[in-house]
């Protein structure tokens, strides 16, 4: 019976692995991630002008001429800064936006999106997931960013919480020919990991673009991550889900739905209930436009 119960929660923690990007189990040789993070944020240090406060690492001979680990018995191996650590954040935002606001259409966005490389996760990501559904739609859904199955197939939520979101959609008579979906992030970042504050915030000037290319009546925010970048709220997703929120693009005022993303509903199936009340909201605001 326990050989059994160890064999399922095996299977099911290796299924929640490949759900969450895991690609790789094992290096062939041993790394200490610590000690690179030590180094890179020297370096970038060194690099910005900023004192180096942090702790030398020790060095002192391997006992019996065994393998010294990296940052505990030798110097850790150097680590290559990417270039973008040379740069400002603030001048890296400035050339988002300005390139952002070139655009002239969607195609335009796009192709620009696609050579843009100010963003590191565009060199690990697979391809870029742009966006999916019908650009004249009044209807807008902003999720955080791409998942494993997005970057193969380029399309947003295609995976199992894109089927989630296309069956809440279906429960109030809509599909995508009735909504254009996008992402904040357009890459995957490596893993599913949730994407960095600088990340986010060099893919902002060209969501925001999308968004005002497009003009939607109406936009959904999936998840607390969208509504925090997109509308500047600071209160978690469960607090915000279900509010009525003002996106402003300069030139007009639409209104945001905050509600919960189709991946957490689909990890927490109990809060679903919440889900379905704020899916009627919308379908009680598409009604008025």
Known sequence: MIGDLAREQAAELLAWYAEMGVDIALNDEP?????ESATVEVAARQVSGAPDTAPPLAASPSPRGERALPGIHEPAPSVVIPATV???????LTDARALARTAKSLEDLRALLESYDGVALRKTATRLVFADGNPQAKLMFVGEAPGRDEDRE????VGRAGQLLDRMLAAIGLDRT???IANVVPWRPPGNRTPTPPEVALCLPFIQRQIELVDPDVIVLLGGSAASALTGA?????????RWLDYDTGTRTIKALATLHPAYLLRTPSQKKLAWRDFRALKAELSKH
């Open 31 to 35: 790394q200490d991630r610590f000690a």
């Open 86 to 92: 040379t740069r400002s954040q603030d001048e890296a």
């Open 154 to 157: 380029g399309v947003p939520f």
């Open 178 to 180: 009735g909504a254009y």
């Open 234 to 242: 600071k209160d978690g997703i469960l607090r915000l889900r279900g």
